[in-house]
């Protein structure tokens, strides 16, 4: 009897969802063994190696290289990303008057999660590694609420602040000390399969504050360096830098008796 689950793309050949996910914690801790507070040990380099491999055998046929050589490489460019997180770390708690410090950053912030999380997934990405990085991230996503994909580019000094509902799509350009807060969206004005491979997601420049529940849509839109977006803007065009963005609510406010109605903002 046919198997009807057994279908072209079911993903009989990737590695095990919970296995990736295990292994994006495990680069962490590596990374930042005072993400556990001292209770575990971190696992030595080459048994990183080793799990990475087994991780990447299963899309050989789709690798540009073989599995132990990508491992290697990533593995010496490993030191780099723990330098452009220790920028985001300090950058974080520099930028937060409630942060007490970069342990507390590292250890508690979800914002700093999600970007180690994207960071790791990135090198991979760009070294032709599919499906891996974005299981990775998703998993940051799951614990954090903070959807970052890991083809984005982003500079160094990446500061989110809260972060839950943050979602950053694939073809995202964000520039240097960006800072942003929960729910925003970099996203895409359209969907369509066949703008697949086009950019389709805002370029972000430096220096630039982008406040909670504020959508910022399409890949021709450019926030210019050191603005201002105001919660709750929603932008498709571009502005220029040195902006400041506002979205100007009518607020009113109504006695339980239906008198003496007062309208605060408009």
């Not at 295990?22 to 209770?39: N, R, T």
């Not at 997934?121 to 990085?133: F, K």
Request: one cysteine or more.
């Amino acid at each position: 009897m046919k198997n009807l689950f057994r279908t072209k793309g079911s993903g009989m050949n990737l590695p095990p969802k919970a296995s990736v996910a295990s292994f994006a914690k495990q680069i962490a801790v590596y990374l930042f063994p005072v993400i556990e507070g001292g209770g575990s040990k971190p696992l030595s380099s080459g048994r990183l190696k080793k799990h990475l491999i087994r991780l990447l055998d299963p899309l050989k046929n789709r690798l540009p290289g073989e599995p132990s050589a990508i491992a290697g490489t990533f593995l010496e460019v490993l030191p780099s990303v723990r330098e452009r997180l220790d920028e985001d770390a300090a950058f974080l708690a520099a930028s937060d008057p409630a942060a007490t410090g970069t342990d507390e950053v590292i250890m508690a912030y979800p914002g700093f999660y999600a970007i180690l999380i994207y960071r790791v997934a990135h090198n991979l990405s760009v070294s032709g590694v599919p499906v891996i990085p974005r299981i990775m991230t998703e998993h940051a996503h799951s614990v954090t609420g903070i959807d970052i994909h890991p083809g984005a580019v982003i500079g160094s000094e990446f500061f989110i602040d809260h972060g839950t509902g943050i979602v950053i799509g694939e073809s995202a350009v964000i520039g240097n000390r960006v800072k942003l807060y929960q729910g925003v969206t970099l996203g895409a004005l359209s969907v369509s399969k066949s703008m697949a491979s086009s950019k389709r997601h805002p370029t972000i420049e430096d220096d630039v504050i982008i406040y909670a529940g504020s959508t910022i849509l399409g890949g021709n839109t450019v926030i210019g360096h050191d603005s201002i977006i105001g919660g709750n803007v929603w932008l498709t065009e571009s502005v220029p830098p040195f902006s400041m963005v506002c979205h100007q609510p009518q607020v009113t406010i109504r006695e339980r008796n239906g008198r003496n109605n007062k309208k605060l903002m408009q």
